[in-house]
């Protein structure tokens, strides 16, 4: 029976931000597609975009935090139960799989 509430109360929150999200549509004033708009902008200097460079070894900083965040959160709310095992073997898995990406 709580399933079934837990599951009404998610429908019915979803229906209410689908119900917001179109009243805001509907209320809200026609974006007009102006080139400045979409232009780059950085302190007043215009810029060319193709000299923006992103690092991809940031990229993997970022990535290991998050799955490593992840792993942690997840051992910690399965630490009293059963599964606790197979989810400490599994973040064992991903991480001997992280060890094995290419750094370049």
Known sequence: MQ??????????????AVVFYLLGKKIAPPSEEN????????????????????????FYYIAFFVLFEIAT?????????????????????VFLTLLQIPRW
């Open 35 to 58: 080139p400045e708009k979409t232009a780059p902008y950085a302190c007043g200097e215009d810029y060319p975009p193709e000299k923006i460079q992103m690092y991809i070894h940031n």
């Open 3 to 16: 399933a079934l509430a837990t599951w009404v109360g998610l429908l019915i929150c979803l229906f209410i």
């Open 73 to 93: 959160l997840i051992l910690a709310l399965s630490m009293f139960s059963f599964s606790f095992y197979v989810v400490a073997a599994y973040a064992i898995i």
